[in-house]
């Protein structure tokens, strides 16, 4: 189990690594259309470009935070709580999450099916719409494994509640 969740862990670093990447070249091309326009020569596309890197840098970043625990968690009630309540409540509510993402996650697979049938592309680079649905289902895929990972965790009582 520990190689299983070990793994998870890796690929959950591999896409934090290119969502940090995108961003880095989201922020120099920004800042190299922003130089050129002043000069009357923007970047074509640089809007297309920008659009897409949000969506990669967006969805590739959650299983990593979640992976950190670095979401907000308003626990004013849980906190009230005996610790068999409050695992319990954690169980419960990872167990929702990992129905939740499977969810979404299916929903973006059924939308870059539609949109690589009708063949959308982009205006400017002519950027086919369906990799990044595709991109987008494997991220929120890999981020309902990370929550049945801390799941496990939470199961076994690794966790501090």
Do not use: H, W
Not at 78 to 86: A, D, G, Q
Not at 103 to 126: L, P, V
């Amino acid at each position: 189990m520990k190689s299983f969740i070990a793994g998870i862990a890796k690929i959950d670093r591999v896409l934090y690594v290119i969502a940090g990447s995108v961003l880095s070249c989201m922020v120099i091309l920004t800042l190299f259309d922003v130089v050129l326009r002043n000069f009357g020569r923007p970047i074509t596309g640089s809007m297309e470009i920008i659009q897409y890197g949000g969506c990669i840098v967006f969805g590739f970043s959650i299983p990593y935070g979640t992976m950190l625990g670095a979401q907000v968690i308003v626990d004013i009630i849980t906190e009230k709580m005996n610790p068999k309540n409050k695992r319990i409540i954690n169980i419960i509510t990872r167990i929702i999450g990992i129905m939740i993402f499977l969810f979404i996650s299916y929903n973006f697979i059924i939308y870059g099916m539609d949109i690589k049938r009708s063949g959308e592309r982009t205006a400017s680079f002519k950027i086919p719409y369906y990799p990044f649905a595709y991109a987008l289902s494997f991220s929120f895929f890999m981020q309902s494994i990370t929550i049945f990972c801390d799941l496990l965790k939470t199961i076994k009582g690794a966790k501090n509640e």
